[in-house]
């Protein structure tokens, strides 16, 4: 069983940058051959939305709303997520989760395409606050 942890959110300006994280994935010796790993954020009263994903290839797409400001990447040993956030707008203002589609076999810009309900290894969010 896998129970990622993210970490990292916090209030900023907008215009401002933070970076969260997600930590603890790949756990039990699970051998991670195929995959889609993204991120997530719910404002209140708003569906949970996917923004960015990144696969086992190494393939990576992003929503329009975060397109050219925010970066997904893994670390070398696959085990932690992040999130660089640039240019941060009041609108992204959200609780933030990672999740992990696995296996994955179609991957790519699939991996942004898939429903919410593929994905599973939710961790509880971390907060993000935008204010203008």
């Known amino acids: 069983q896998v129970q990622p942890v993210e970490s990292g959110g916090g209030s900023v300006e907008s215009g401002g940058s933070l970076s969260v994280s997600c930590g603890g994935l790949?756990?039990?010796?699970?051998?991670?051959?195929?995959?889609?790993m993204g991120w997530f954020r719910q404002a209140p009263g708003k569906e949970r939305e996917l923004i960015a994903t990144v696969d086992s290839d190494g393939a990576t797409n992003y929503a329009e709303s975060v397109k050219g400001r925010f970066t997904i990447f893994q670390d070398n040993t696959k085990t932690t997520l992040y999130l660089q956030m640039n240019s941060l707008e009041p609108e992204d203002t959200a609780k933030y989760f990672c999740?992990?589609?696995?296996?994955?076999?179609?991957?790519?810009?699939?991996?942004?395409?898939?429903?919410?309900?593929?994905?599973?290894?939710w961790g509880q969010g971390t907060q993000v606050t935008v204010s203008s």
């Open positions: 790949g756990g039990s010796g699970y051998t991670w051959n195929s995959y889609c």
């Open positions: 999740a992990t589609k696995r296996p994955a076999v179609y991957r790519g810009i699939y991996c942004m395409e898939a429903e919410i309900g593929e994905y599973g290894d």
